[in-house]
T-cell receptor, first 112, second 109 residues
Framework: DGGITQSPKYLFRKEGQNVTLSCEQN?????MYWYRQDPGQGLRLIYY???????QKGDIAEGYSVSREKKESFPLTVTSAQKNPTAFYLC???????????FGPGTRLLVL | GQQLNQSPQSMFIQEGEDVSMNCTSS?????WLWYKQDPGEGPVLLIA?????ELTSNGRLTAQFGITRKDSFLNISASIPSDVGIYFC?????????FGAGTILRVKS
């Protein structure tokens, strides 16, 4: 069963803490993306990667970091520098860069 | 930067009615995509449009890629309760996918 998985579904962060959100895909897609969704707003691009070991900043990369060591995996770290991290985080992938994107189920991050 | 204007922002309609929503842009796009998002879930791709003027259907859904390449619309015929959710348009131009703010659809049964 091909698809994109994100874990955990819910994540709680304490002040000053870094947290990592997982995204895995078994679609053999080259490109992967992270978006942030706030209530009543569209999706905003945080980071994207078109190939293993390479990634670029999106529109709102400050306070976030990523890695792409394997084709299947694109974890997102929300660092303590991100002052307003509460949001719904969506991972997506596409066959190649910026073609039709398919989304995972999302991770909701809450600050304690 | 590029922006998509999606309208209406929300709709509250009677079950069985047809629904129409649209997206416009000041920029040209090569691809238009329509997604549906249920509460607490990721967006699911409904329809992808790759050619100006293209009209594509998926069950009760019909979408068109505007001839100017700057707009697209989505129609839902004979709405049912499970159509509730947020519908997003997205335009792909160059190396960027730009999303509209979404249309919230509520159906009264």
């Amino acid at each position: 069963d091909g698809g994109i998985t994100q874990s955990p579904k819910y994540l709680f962060r304490k002040e000053g803490q870094n947290v990592t959100l997982s995204c895995e895909q078994n679609l053999n897609h080259d490109a992967m993306y992270w978006y942030r969704q706030d209530p009543g707003q569209g999706l905003r691009l945080i980071y994207y990667s078109q190939i293993v070991n390479d990634f670029q900043k999106g529109d709102i990369a400050e306070g976030y970091s990523v890695s792409r060591e394997k084709k299947e995996s694109f974890p997102l770290t929300v660092t303590s520098a991100q002052k307003n991290p509460t949001a719904f985080y969506l991972c997506a992938s596409s066959i190649s860069g910026f073609e039709t994107q398919y989304f995972g189920p999302g991770t909701r991050l809450l600050v304690l | 930067g590029q922006q998509l204007n999606q309208s209406p922002q929300s709709m509250f309609i009677q079950e069985g009615e047809d629904v129409s929503m649209n997206c416009t842009s000041s920029s040209i796009f090569n691809t238009w995509l329509w997604y549906k998002q249920d509460p607490g879930e990721g967006p699911v791709l409904l329809i992808a449009l790759y050619k100006a003027g293209e009209l594509t259907s998926n069950g009760r859904l019909t979408a068109q890629f505007g001839i100017t390449r700057k707009d697209s619309f989505l129609n839902i015929s004979a709405s049912i309760p499970s159509d509730v959710g947020i519908y997003f348009c997205a335009g792909l131009g160059g190396n960027k996918l730009v999303f509209g703010a979404g249309t919230i659809l509520r159906v009264k049964s």
